[in-house]
């Protein structure tokens, strides 16, 4: 596969509502810590610290309030990020075009409030769009009706990889389509998600990335789009060409359906079907603030690249779920751009980077490309090389 060109890109996350807000964010080495989930149902997670965004800020196509009310978070966060990412992108309406919409909580927001009144017959009567918004591809449906594209639509499921599995396979399609909208969000400061991976014991109490006093992940929320073309396609139509996306790699931890192989060969596998060369500025670690999960990451990528600068855009916008591949790939481009790496916040005492691999204040780069990793339960590994123009 060709690489393909990035023409337009959106964000959202509890850093900002773009890009540039976003990235500025991210460098700056104030810390804002993440607000608790005081106003939860559930008493027992009112005090858990949750990374959140910020609604009354979301920049949203003309809807209808019925069609609005009945929305999750996901596609509102969703529609958010492709209206900036086609109008950056320039490029023409057409119906010529295909979606990659996916997310792994959506869903789950309304399915606690529709199925049990639904499995009860309590007499509840529930709205049929409120409830269709509970199935998984409902979004990249959503947004083909509503932008009237009329090429391939779906969605991909791969746990916290999805992104980059989405990504992939938005890429197979530019030369069939105009251009491609690959989008992944996640509303994951749910009653239902929190308390699921509470139960897992995977959440925390502080996002910190690779520090020895980490006890698990915080969650976030937010979404990222892309604009994908062709590199003959956008060339030709003078497009502003962001990034170049490669060929993703690809490997399977087949351990544990949670934690990841101990030597984590998964992970090295992906990375090295990901890269042409060692020639990285960085790598965009995965890094959810686990205690298996990051050291064994850490020696991963020094064992496959060596001594390179990582980074874990988590410490600062949490763990975003399935769209933390897309929402850290725009972090790595931002990045790439600006020649610097922002640190990994929190970061107190790493007593396993015997090298200074872990960026613990911000730090000036030269080069093009770097690396994008992404992992998943079910020893899901996804890695992505990313290079600017």
Not at 80 to 98: D, F, P, R
Not at 205 to 224: H, L, N, Q, V, Y
Not at 344 to 356: A, E, L, Q, W, Y
């Amino acid at each position: 596969m060709k690489r393909v060109a990035v023409t337009g890109m959106g964000i959202i996350d509890t850093l900002g509502t773009n890009p540039t807000e976003c990235f500025n964010s991210m460098v700056d080495t104030s810390y804002t810590h993440p607000s608790l989930y005081s106003y939860s149902k559930l008493e027992r997670l009112k005090s858990q610290p949750v990374f959140t965004v910020d609604k009354s800020k979301l920049i949203l196509p003309e809807l209808k309030a019925t069609v609005l009310r009945n929305l999750e978070p996901c596609n509102l966060f969703a529609l958010h990020t492709i209206e900036q990412a086609l109008k950056q992108s320039g490029v023409k309406h057409s119906e010529n075009v295909g979606v990659i919409g996916s997310s792994i909580t959506l869903g789950n927001y309304n399915a606690t409030e529709t199925w049990p009144a639904i499995i009860s017959e309590t007499g509840n009567r529930v709205r049929p769009k409120q409830l269709l918004n509970a199935a998984k591809d409902y979004m990249s449906g959503f947004i083909s009706q509503y932008y009237g594209y009329k090429g391939l639509n779906t969605s991909i499921y791969a746990s916290c990889a999805t992104s980059i599995f989405s990504i992939d396979y938005a890429m197979r399609y530019v030369d069939d389509y105009d251009y491609m909208v690959c989008v992944v969000s996640d509303h994951g400061v749910s009653e239902a998600d929190v308390s699921f991976f509470k139960q897992l014991g995977a959440i925390g109490t502080k996002s910190c990335p690779f520090d020895d006093d980490r006890d698990g992940f915080i969650m976030g929320e937010g979404a990222g789009a892309f604009i994908l073309e062709s590199e003959e396609k956008a060339k030709k139509r003078n497009a502003n060409i962001i990034a170049y996306l490669h060929t993703p790699g690809f490997g399977s931890d087949t351990t544990s359906p949670t934690s990841p192989d101990p030597d984590g060969a998964g992970g090295k596998l992906s990375m090295r079907n990901a890269l042409k060369d060692n020639d990285v500025a960085f790598v965009n670690a995965h890094g959810t603030s686990t205690p298996m999960g990051d050291e064994i990451e850490y020696n991963a990528i020094k064992e496959v690249l060596g001594n390179v600068p990582i980074v874990s855009n988590k410490s600062k916008i949490g763990h975003t779920m399935g769209a933390c591949g897309i929402i850290e790939a725009i972090y790595t481009i931002k990045s790439l751009q600006s020649g610097q790496i922002p640190d990994n916040h929190n970061i107190t005492k790493c007593s396993f980077d015997t090298d200074g691999m872990i960026t613990d204040k911000n730090r000036t780069i030269t080069g093009k490309k770097a690396l994008n990793n992404s992992f998943g339960f079910g020893g899901k590994c996804s890695s992505q090389l990313i290079e600017i123009v």
